[in-house]
């Protein structure tokens, strides 16, 4: 047996039992702050972060995080294997929990960089991308990829592409279970139109008994997630976490019977009047670029949609976060009695 294969059987396949899914422009360190104060124990995702980025650009923009993140994935675009290498070792330098390669996205910006979703088609470079990886960090290397792409909606298709990148040393793999369609759709499109097709990803779990597999794309609802748990290791929710981040407060004690930590979402908007505070007062980053990620802590509740305008309200921007909060937590005058 291999180091490698020692190092990947030590993983905790727990650790993918519930996770939020890497999403552009919004999964940023902010975001994930906010999820991680509704629940300890789910694993957050980076939104993508191209190779190019980290390599040529400013490398602490891209991989700064607040050490409460944890445990936090590091996802990567790219289909260059020395690149990849290299960014995923900056990334464990950084003290990211993993590192995650982006075999799903079919956009056409992602497409012209040749990675993302067109990576299916090519098994044999993606195993070579995670082979090099692997080699050069002790965190695992996970890969988050489609069942299928354009019309391709043979089981076989997506069968071969885990069994070949598996060999190359990856033992988690995150299928979102709908086909990517590379060309006509949208990536928005792309989230909707394709089918779900959940059997396919519980029949992976089944011919690969070894591998940890978790299944992503429209679950929203703690049925449909306990449901998929029967049958796979792991679910990946997406925009339903960002829009009704409140859902997730109830996570730790349904997916990992843990009732340890109470919370109200009064006291977590008030640790991210905190949080803004800091990240003003250490990075210069102004609050309401922060406050963008959790408009949707009171959806369903009285007076949300007021809530949610007073902190979306850009005429109080010169105002601290914490006369903010006061305001959005006041009744509108007409709604006090006399």
């Known amino acids: 047996m291999t180091n490698t294969n020692i190092k990947q059987n030590q993983i905790d396949t727990s650790m993918w039992r519930m996770s939020v899914a890497p999403m552009m422009d919004w999964t940023d360190k902010h975001c994930r702050y906010l999820h991680r104060l509704l629940s300890q124990h789910t694993l957050l995702y980076t939104e993508m972060v191209t190779t190019g980025a980290l390599i040529h650009g400013d490398v602490a923009r891209h991989l700064r995080f607040e050490a409460e993140e944890h445990p936090v994935a590091l996802q990567l675009g790219g289909s260059e294997p020395a690149d990849l290498a290299q960014s995923a070792r900056l990334g464990e330098q950084w003290g990211y929990d993993e590192i995650n390669l982006n075999c799903g996205c079919p956009s056409e910006r992602v497409q012209r960089g040749a990675f993302g979703a067109c990576l299916m088609n090519e098994a044999g470079l993606v195993a070579d991308c995670v082979k090099a990886m692997v080699d050069v960090v002790q965190v695992p290397v996970t890969v988050k990829h489609r069942i299928g792409i354009d019309k391709i909606e043979s089981y076989d ?4 592409f885990v069994g070949t990148v ?10 979102h279970a709908r086909n990517a369609w590379l060309k006509g759709l949208s990536p928005k499109e792309n989230r909707e139109i394709p089918p779900l ?36 290791d792991g679910v990946m929710v997406g925009r339903e976490a960002y829009h009704n981040p409140w859902w997730m407060a109830s996570w730790d ?19 991210m009047v905190l949080y803004m505070e800091r990240e003003a007062r250490e990075h210069g980053t102004h609050w309401y670029s922060i406050a963008r990620h959790m408009l949707g802590l ?3 509740l009285a007076g949300a949609r007021r809530w949610r305008q007073v902190w979306s ?9 914490h006369e903010v909060m006061k305001l959005a937590r006041t009744k509108p005058a007409e709604a006090v009695p006399a």
Do not use: M
Not at 166 to 174: K, Q, R, T
Not at 211 to 232: H, M, P, R, S, Y
Not at 316 to 321: A, E, F, R, Y
């Open 166 to 175: 598996a060999d190359a040393g990856c033992e988690v793999f995150i299928v």
């Open 298 to 300: 009171r959806n369903g």
């Open 313 to 321: 309200d850009h005429r109080l921007k010169t105002l601290p976060p």
């Open 157 to 160: 298709f997506v069968r071969d």
């Open 197 to 232: 097709r959940y059997e396919l990803v519980a029949q992976l779990k089944r011919d690969f008994p070894a591998l940890t597999i978790a299944v992503n794309g429209g679950i929203k609802t703690d049925e449909v997630a306990l449901q998929q748990l029967e049958q796979v």
């Open 253 to 271: 004690a349904l997916y990992y019977q843990d009732e340890s930590r109470q919370r109200t979402r009064e006291a977590v908007e008030e640790q």
